[in-house]
């Protein structure tokens, strides 16, 4: 039955990998796949966690299984970062906390959920939006339709379109929003913005789904945070799905977690044993090695302080990059055209060019990134700025 199959067609941003990694030139340059590089190109394992994988592997004593809902101490403790230790909802006992296999587990879980509270929920997606959201959001069996959200041309948020699309949810629909650094445009809305949308999302009784996969790569832990805990103080609902493969660096090791805020602590309580059968139905446990790890970095004082200055070399890194590649830019076009790169938060940005634009500089220059001009900037770095700003002024 298999050889009627038709033909799977490639992942957008994982195939990119595949042709990067075959590329025989010396001067070749990945902005493709999401993973943070250093000066060097690299992607190295970070202190901290190196330090807490050698503890743990000297502390664990057993490896039973430990349940659907994952490792307990990591979902603690993944909570308070996201939340913050203090926030009203988690005092008023309303936010329960679930682990999953990465970001995408994480985000499989929580529509999985939504589809069983509300089956016919269309979910309201930007545009654009992160590719894989489509199968891992649609596959549940839920309708997907998009938001306007961003103006290529422009390069800019098209908010107004936005609230005026959220303005016409219905009630019981779901809202995907980025909590930070938007994948791909690195357009973030401010937070009058958020505070809007909050406002829209209540009048129409829309439950937001906030996706947070790059906490402190944008203005830093607590600030990139500040959506989910507005929304959480401020909606009923609301399900929240965290990675840690970007600021923890654990991409192989699968770790995230899927949070959800009931309306009271005993509506959390039932939807936490839904999202444990779900889990059970789909992986039956999350593996716990990435999750024990971050969960020790996180509970340790002196590891925690160190993770936190990796995390902010890693977003100054960025940071840094976006200025150096707008002014190459303006040097080589001699326009601001792509001074918006600078402004924009976190990983990504869209240069606006065609995909034309983009096979050229991959065939011709030996730089890759999606069909959508979507570059990661941390691939950027002193040796290749201004060979991209050169290539893309090129083209
Ligand atoms: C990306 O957007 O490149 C990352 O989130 C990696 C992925 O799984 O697509």
Not at 4 to 28: C, N, W, Y
Not at 155 to 177: E, Q, S, T, W
Request: aromatic fraction near 6%.
């Amino acid at each position: 039955m298999f050889a009627t199959l038709e033909p799977a067609p490639a992942d957008p941003i994982l195939g990119l990998m595949v042709q990067f990694r075959a590329d025989p030139s010396a001067h070749k340059v990945d902005l493709g796949v999401g993973v943070y590089k250093d000066d060097r190109g690299a992607t190295p394992v970070l202190d901290s966690v190196r330090q807490a994988e050698r503890a743990e592997f000297e502390a664990q004593s057993t490896k039973a299984y430990l349940g659907p809902a994952g490792n307990d101490n990591f979902n603690r403790l993944i909570t308070s970062l996201v939340m913050g230790s203090d926030h009203g909802a988690l005092k008023g006992g309303r936010v329960r906390t679930v682990q999953g296999p990465g970001g995408c587990g994480a985000l499989r879980l929580g529509a999985e959920l939504l589809k069983v509270a509300n089956p016919d929920a269309t979910v309201h997606t930007p545009a654009p939006t992160w590719a894989n959201h489509v199968p891992l959001i649609g596959n549940a069996g839920l309708h997907l339709q998009s938001y306007p959200y961003y103006t290529p041309g422009s390069a800019g948020l098209d908010f107004d379109a936005m609230i005026g699309a959220l303005g016409k949810a219905k009630a019981g629909d779901i809202v995907l929003l980025h909590a930070c650094c938007h994948n791909p445009t690195g357009a973030d809305l401010s937070h009058a913005q958020w505070r809007e949308v909050a406002d829209v999302l209540n009048r129409r009784g829309a439950l937001p789904f906030l996706d947070l996969a790059y906490q402190g790569f944008g203005d830093g832990l607590e600030d990139d945070a500040y959506s989910v805990r507005l929304i959480a103080e401020n909606c009923p609902e609301a399900v929240i799905a965290v990675s840690c493969s970007k600021n923890f660096g654990v991409y192989r090791d699968r770790v995230g977690a899927t949070l959800v805020l009931g309306e009271t602590p005993a509506a959390a309580d039932l939807a936490l044993a839904r999202l444990s059968r779900l889990a059970r139905g789909m992986w039956s446990m999350p593996p716990d090695h990435g999750a024990a790890v971050v969960g020790r970095v996180l509970g340790e004082p002196a590891l925690a302080a160190l993770w936190r200055d990796e995390v902010e070399t890693m977003r100054k890194r960025m940071v840094g990059n976006r200025r150096k590649l707008a002014d190459a830019l303006a040097r080589e076009t001699g326009s601001g055209r792509f001074e918006f790169i600078a402004a924009q938060k976190g990983m990504f940005s869209m240069l606006g060019l065609t995909p034309a634009q983009v096979g050229v500089l991959r065939e011709k220059h030996h730089i890759y990134m999606p069909g959508d001009s979507r570059i990661n900037v941390a691939g950027l770095g002193d040796a290749n700025i201004d060979f991209v700003a050169k290539s893309v002024a090129g083209v």
